[in-house]
């Protein structure tokens, strides 16, 4: 009896695939087309001009004038340009900073990387001792590089 570790080459493991159906050629597979910047692009037009129209809508319907104060500068406006714009200032408040914590983390990320590569760049493999029968010659190192038995750091 065979162990496990034994099986022939030509046995199949699975006991519901047939015998002679692990030896049918398999079809093609399918193409895959892949998303792309300008299809998401797309997307993201499509979609602007859809909340754009929303938006315009909105304006239209709240167009009664009502009084706008701001550190003492008073003004009339519709109502929906006046929410449409406390809408934008509130989102400027949570962009802004979230901006600039993207360019922290990017910045961090660089330096990260570059502190992570620098090592590996200025390195010099160490190098292993010459075999007898081909002697090492000084004139066949790179220029610039160590002698035996030194690596720079």
Do not use: K
Not at 22 to 47: D, M, N
Not at 54 to 63: W, Y
Not at 132 to 151: F, I, L
Request: hydrophobic letters at 45%; a positive charge; zero cysteines.
């Amino acid at each position: 009896m065979a162990s496990p570790d034994q099986t022939p080459a030509t046995a199949t493991t699975d006991p519901a695939v047939p015998a002679d159906q692990g030896t049918a050629p398999r079809p093609p597979a399918h193409h895959v087309i892949r998303r792309t910047r300008l299809g998401g692009a797309w997307v993201a037009v499509a979609l602007f001009a859809v909340v754009l129209l929303l938006l315009l809508v909105f304006i239209l319907e709240n167009s009664q004038q009502v009084n706008i104060g701001y550190f003492g500068a008073h003004g009339h406006l519709p109502l929906g340009v006046a929410l449409l714009l406390a809408a934008v200032l509130g989102i400027l408040l949570v962009v802004i900073p979230g901006g600039g914590r993207m360019i922290q983390l990017r910045r961090t990320a660089r330096r990260h990387r570059r502190a992570d590569a620098a090592p590996t760049s200025a390195t010099v493999a160490p190098t292993s001792p010459a075999a007898p029968d081909s002697p090492r010659s000084e004139d066949s190192a790179p220029a610039g590089s160590p002698p035996d038995g030194m690596t720079r750091t």
